[in-house]
């Protein structure tokens, strides 16, 4: 006797679409378009027979019928006399999901993002999330999918193949919440120094990748690029992540990857020709900006002073200045000085 069908959560509205052919790559749609062509025919097919035709087991049948009755919103019940299936009322094609221009570009991105992992443990899962995705789309969206690829394109930083195999032990760690041990390179050390931590979150940071974690010699939450990792291998010991540790949180005032502490508001002036280029970014949460006369602008944010911050202000050159806090001032006319002095 077959389950019963439960609705669950609202129907989802779809579009018909014509002209879709079957396709090996995508075993479900395939399979539920010749359930339908079964139903239009009234052939009263069900889970037991439909199984050994797909050499399936009864179970994903049963799946695929409640997902055409409760997600494609066909009419579809079942014959106790007849032991299978049939449309209660005509259904003239098979249901397709459509989507819209825009969600297209978003399924590009995704499929941008998935080829940085190539060569990685995560390439495999995720193109078959991907191809799960597609999969619902008809011929004419995936012909659109192909036509916005050749024109729109995304230049992204991704994994270096250097840093796959230091990736993986680390997303695994991060996972199984085991410690890692590994070589650091800090900015202002000479030589690496061993390190032993519990990683808590790994995050993108402006196409970087950072590692969160607890570094116990340290006493506190300590961020690692992982450029400057090496020779990082499983420490052998677990442990348990506070249920209050947020990354989200931790970063909240960080002008990037660098945890301050404290935030401070800073005022920064730039030129006319760095204002066109600053206006056009969101830099932070927190910032405001004024336009000064000459065409000049003001840009102020609460934010964390961190290396980071401060390389970004240096990278301005001339068309920036600090006029608060008077600390960060005094750090960038340091800086400015002593460059000078090397070109003196």
């Given at each position: ?7 669950k ?98 399924l ?5 993002a ?34 916005l ?72 939450l ?13 420490a052998g ?35 006319a ?26 840009l ?44 003196a």
């Amino acid at each position: 006797m077959p389950g019963k069908f439960v609705r669950k959560g609202k129907k989802v509205p779809v579009s018909p679409a014509e002209g879709f052919s079957a396709r090996a790559s995508r075993p479900p749609l395939v399979r539920m378009i010749r359930i339908h062509e079964l139903l239009s025919a009234g052939k009263y097919p069900n889970c037991s027979e439909l199984g050994r035709d797909f050499e399936v087991s009864t179970k994903t049948i049963q799946r695929d019928f409640e997902f055409m009755r409760d997600q494609l919103v066909l009419p579809i019940e079942y014959d106790a006399v007849r032991h299978g299936y049939f449309y209660a009322r005509a259904v003239a094609q098979f249901p397709m999901v459509t989507v819209t221009q825009g969600e297209l570009v978003a399924l590009l991105v995704a499929q941008k993002a998935v080829e940085q992992y190539r060569g990685t443990s995560f390439e495999k899962p995720l193109h078959a999330a991907f191809a799960k995705l597609v999969s619902s789309l008809g011929d004419e969206a995936n012909v659109s999918l192909h036509e916005l690829s050749e024109a729109v394109s995304f230049r992204s930083a991704g994994v270096p193949q250097a840093q796959i195999a230091v990736f993986e032990l680390l997303a695994e760690a991060v996972m199984s919440s085991r410690t890692v041990e590994f070589a650091y390179l800090s900015l202002r050390a000479d030589r690496p120094e061993r390190r032993t931590v519990e990683p808590y979150h790994l995050a993108c940071i402006s196409n970087q990748w950072y590692l969160i974690a607890n570094d116990p010699g340290r006493k506190g939450l300590r961020t690692f690029a992982l450029t400057r990792i090496a020779d990082a291998k499983n420490a052998g010991r677990t442990f348990r992540r506070p249920a209050d540790f947020s990354a989200a949180k931790m970063l909240s005032g960080s002008f990037s990857a660098f945890e301050a502490g404290k935030t401070e508001r800073l005022r920064i002036r730039f030129d006319a020709f760095a204002a066109r280029l600053v206006a056009e970014r969101q830099w932070h949460k927190s910032q405001k900006m004024r336009s000064l006369p000459g065409g000049g602008l003001e840009l102020t944010m609460q934010v964390g002073i961190a290396p980071d911050l401060e390389s970004w202000i240096l990278g301005w050159g001339t068309h920036a200045e600090v006029l608060e806090p008077s600390s960060l001032r005094g750090t960038i006319a340091k800086a400015a000085q002593e460059m000078a002095g090397r070109y003196a």
